[in-house]
Structures are given as C-alpha cells and as structure tokens.
C-alpha cells in the first residue's frame, strides 16, 4: 500500500512563498507525481507533474512562471515550490502517485492511483 503524506501548507501574504512536501510510504519510489489543488465550490484541478526520474515536467498555465516541482528519489519525496503566491491560489493542495506500472506523465485526476490527505495554502493579507 502506498501512502502519501504532505505537509508545509500555511498562511501567507500575496507575494509570499511556501514550499510543499509529499513524502511517500512503499519500498520503491518509481512512481509518476502530481500536485493537484482544489478551492471551495470548485473542481480538483491539476497543478504540475514529474516523472519517475524528474526529467519530464508539466505544468498547468496559471502557474508555470511561478511554481516549481522536484523530487528527490533517495528521499521518496517531492516538492512544490511555490513564489509569488496570489489570492487565487488557494486551496488544499493534494500530493498524487500514479501506480508504478505506468511511467507516463499525466494532467487528469483520474490517471492517479494514490492520494495524500491534502494540505490548506491561503494566501491572504
């Protein structure tokens, strides 16, 4: 069983910075990695995603200038670094693994196998 844990979300001023972690249970790390978002009354909508070696890279739009995803293998953790953050970012931010037989980078939530609880950014002054 896989588990995904995140942590470092928070309050911050428009402008601000926060750095998210997703740490993930399991005797391998191969899995393809997303972070996904999700404000009130809306849709979960896909935020960025790293391949098993993070040489493969997506981003959605809104925050491809801003953000910044990596991961760290030996630690089975990824990261979302997040600069210049704006009220319309927040949201819970939920951490995503697709199962280690696909290797293929993917933008919908359905292509994801694993969960984490989600961690609350508001960016707020």
């Known amino acids: 069983q896989v588990q995904l844990v995140e942590s470092g979300g928070g309050l911050v001023q428009p402008g601000g910075s926060l750095r998210l972690s997703c740490a993930v249970s399991?005797?391998?790390?191969?899995?393809?990695m997303g972070w996904f978002r999700q404000a009130p009354g809306k849709e979960r909508q896909f935020v960025a995603t790293?391949?098993?070696?993070?040489?493969?890279?997506n981003y959605t739009d809104s925050v491809a200038s801003r953000f910044t995803i990596s991961r760290d293998n030996a630690k089975h953790t990824v990261y979302l670094r997040m600069n210049n953050l704006a009220p319309e970012d927040t949201a819970v931010y939920y951490c995503?693994?697709?199962?280690?037989?696909?290797?293929?980078?993917?933008?919908?939530?359905?292509?994801?196998?694993?969960w984490g609880q989600g961690t609350q950014v508001t960016v707020s002054s």
């Open positions: 995503a693994a697709r199962s280690a037989a696909y290797s293929m980078v993917k933008t919908t939530a359905v292509d994801y196998d694993y």
């Open positions: 399991g005797h391998t790390f191969t899995h393809v």
């Open positions: 790293i391949s098993r070696s993070g040489a493969l890279i």
